[in-house]
């Protein structure tokens, strides 16, 4: 009996316990169910924020690409009524001659001076579309939203699962991709408003340079699309007069200085012979054609397509490389290391085309470009530089960026 009331006492003890951790393990029960219930509010609450801001992007880009079509349609159908009233015109005038009788002289020149005059009414004025960019590059800018948004759901899931960022971080992502949205300044806002802020993720050297070409250096025959697009022209443009203007060649600088560190840069090359690269800030823009073209002096050094070939100068030493064309030409500029690489993109895979450095020859072997390149093109570093562009011939088009996540990433882990 004594050990059978020993061992209920046990009992009773371990009842006790269970009762209290049972209660212990209800509490906590409800809250988890409490703080995952609230948890899930707010994320309910943040994604129907998020929406809202994709949707009154989508509205201010739908109606903005509404705005650029009826802009231009405008435009474009009351020249296409003016030319078909013209034609009519001239061909009633026609009509009314030819139906003149031989023998009436005098019915003959009237008719004759009305299809004279008709003839002689002015032309309409060519249409000029001032959205042609913004208007055809909202696909760019929603691309550039929804590499965003892709970048920052994989990466944040991946923190939530303790893996940390993958390459760029959300912030440095957004902030790369904003920056060159074509829509900027239009009413869309950006997407700044879609992420909250992140901790930066520590970044190697290789940065991701962001360009703003300067319209106080462009040519009277080039104009611009913002800032981020270059078009050559047949009529010139009156631009302000301005000291840093280029006055002998159709050439335009990026606003931005290079002095150290590293940089890269992407630029699309719409149409035409183009040549892109860097130059001394101090580079005198009223020189002759002749010197002060790209790569055609010791201040300044170019990667040229030609229609034909891709052809890298500097000192006016050329050197032709042997490459299919690439839509995206990328800049890699190493300020430390003295070098310049120029790299063909396509599909975020990188075809390097040319890199300027110094290096020694093989044994029995002379490159008169590389002999430029190993006595003249380390004091290029000397100055601060500037991204330049050569728009060669007429209609020459290009555009800066976006760049390609992959291809920064590839550079990082060089």
């Known amino acids: 009996q004594a050990q059978q009331a020993k061992f209920l006492g046990h009992v009773e003890n371990e009842l006790e316990e269970l009762s209290v951790t049972i209660a212990q393990a209800k509490k906590m029960v409800e809250l988890i169910k409490g703080v995952a219930t609230k948890e899930r509010e707010r994320v309910e609450k943040l994604f129907a924020e998020a929406s809202e801001v994709l949707a009154t992007f989508h509205k201010e880009v739908a109606g903005f690409i509404e705005d650029g079509e009826r802009s231009m349609l405008g435009e474009a159908e009351a020249d296409l009524r003016w030319k078909e009233e013209r034609r009519a015109k001239l061909a009633q005038c026609k009509q009314n001659l030819e139906n003149v009788p031989s023998t009436d002289t005098i019915y003959f020149l009237q008719e004759f001076q009305a299809l004279k005059v008709a003839m002689e009414e002015n032309l309409s004025p060519t249409p000029i579309f001032q959205n042609e960019l913004n208007f055809t590059k909202c696909t760019q800018a929603v691309g550039a939203v929804k590499d965003v948004l892709s970048s920052a759901c994989k990466n944040q899931w991946h923190h939530l699962q303790g893996k940390g960022f993958d390459g760029l ?207 003249q093109f380390a004091s290029l570093f000397l100055c601060k530089l500037k991204p330049a562009f050569f728009l060669e011939s007429v209609d020459a088009h290009l555009q800066i960026g976006p760049l390609k996540k992959d291809c920064v990433s590839v550079l990082k882990r060089r």
């Open 169 to 375: 971080s959300v912030q440095e992502t957004e902030e790369g991709l904003c920056s060159r949205s074509p829509l900027q300044g239009t009413g869309a806002g950006g997407i700044s408003s879609c992420f909250p802020p992140h901790p930066r993720v520590s970044l190697p050297h290789t940065v991701a340079f962001i360009i703003d070409l300067d319209s106080d250096t462009a040519d009277k025959f080039i104009q611009l699309f913002g800032t981020k697009g270059a078009k050559r022209v047949l009529c010139p443009i009156p631009y302000p007069e301005s000291p840093t203007r280029f006055i002998n060649c159709e050439q335009v600088l990026g606003v931005n200085l290079m002095n150290r560190g590293n940089y890269y840069w992407e630029v699309e090359l719409i149409d035409g012979w183009v040549s892109i690269g860097v130059i001394a800030e101090d580079f005198d823009p009223q020189e002759s054609y002749n010197c002060g073209r790209l790569g055609r002096n010791e201040k300044s050094c170019c990667l040229q397509w030609n229609g034909q070939n891709y052809v890298a100068w500097f000192g006016g030493f050329e050197s032709v490389i042997q490459q299919p064309f690439f839509h995206t030409i990328g800049v890699f500029l190493e300020y430390s290391e003295k070098a310049l690489t120029f790299y063909g993109v396509k599909d975020s895979k990188m075809t390097c085309l040319q890199q300027l450095k110094v290096s020694r020859f093989a044994k029995g072997q002379f490159d008169p470009f590389q002999n430029k390149i190993n006595h």
